[in-house]
């Protein structure tokens, strides 16, 4: 128990994974003007990496171990991944329109988030076993979304600042997230 | 200059669309790896081999990938593609490979690469598809490498590893250059990038100014979304 203890906080806030590691920035960047679509975006990628690092530890443990592929991870695990991306959006879609409302933009997004296919990479290199990987995915999601939501918070009020010219749009989020990296440096004391 | 040809191909990567700079695709890597220069020129070669023989490929096979099917049937060239190189640094570069570390399977994601494939090698002969991928991945070696000088600099006051600035040394009572470590932390890199963007901002403003076309083929507006856009347009086919 402790142990998982330490997976989530570690990778939720100490090892955030677009603010230390630099994996999902796409979205973190693109996606982070409103505060609702953030956490839309949030929901989705939570639902999406747990999901996804589960199907993969299985895959990895239960096939590719067994028949010595391991050199064929990434293949598989990309594969994997575009393939429960498209099978989560038409179960929603059937199942639970509403859901589906909410999170179906996103979702197409992030067969593209290189978080959900480091988080699965990350779990073979440490070794996690399923339930550790699982672990692991849901706490770097919710990292995630935490990063999204405040970057969307900051970028609602940045529109009323007076911004140089040359520093507006692109240059001034980047700006930002350089000053949370260095907030979120604080939590490197928790572990 | 001819279009299509491969020097106008080669030019048109580093220059005109350079990936990292104008088309602002591939931010991951981008940020990750350019703690120093060396690093930065590891990743842009790599990703260079990678982005020209996927682009071969793909537009060899061009007439044979059902459309509807397309953007699976890239992934799988790129991510073989990335597999092969990723043991080819395991066993020859076993140094480059530690620190690139998680970073080289991520090239399968990395946006540049689909992008071209989807925008370019499926419509284009072999050979032009070639140079594009070539002169892609130069203009992105040549962006990260700088992107990683910079940081290198003043985060450390090396350049390439050799130490540039000498070093204050307090003890000895020597003055000298106090690297600002940040740089090389996780915030010096939206920073140095934050700064670079600005840098080019200015540039666009004054062109815009005295009344030349800023031609900005700003196709993904500083993020993947097109790039997920074109995605989804392939999953759609499905």
Redesign the interface.
Known sequence: MKELMLIIVGSALVNNVVLSQFLGLCPFLGVSKKTETAAGMGGAVIFVITLSSFVTGVIYQFILVPAHMEYLQTIVFILVIAALVQFVEMFLKKAMPSLYQALGVYLPLITTNCAVLGVALINVQKEYNILQGTVNGFATAVGFTLSIIVMAGIREKIEYNDIPEAFRGFPIVLITAGLMAIAFFGFSGLI | MKANTPSERLLNGIIKENPTFVL?LG??PT??VTTSAVNGIGMGLTTTAVLAASNLLISLLRKFIPDGVR??AF??VV??F??IV??LLEGFLPALYASLG?YI??I??N?II?GRAEAYASKNPPLPSLFDGIGMGLGFTLSITCIGAVRELIGAGQLFGHQILPLADAAAGKMGYEPIT?FI???????V???L???Q??FK?GAAKRGIDPSNPDKC?????S???S??KG??H?
């Open positions: 602002m931010m991951c940020l990750a953007m699976p992934i799988v991510a073989s990335v597999t990723q043991m998680l399977p991520l399968v994601v946006c689909l940040i932390l996780a915030p010096g890199a939206f920073f990038l934050a700064l963007a600005a840098i901002n200015k403003l507006g500083g993020a993947c979304a790039c997920g856009n995605m989804c999953g759609k499905q």
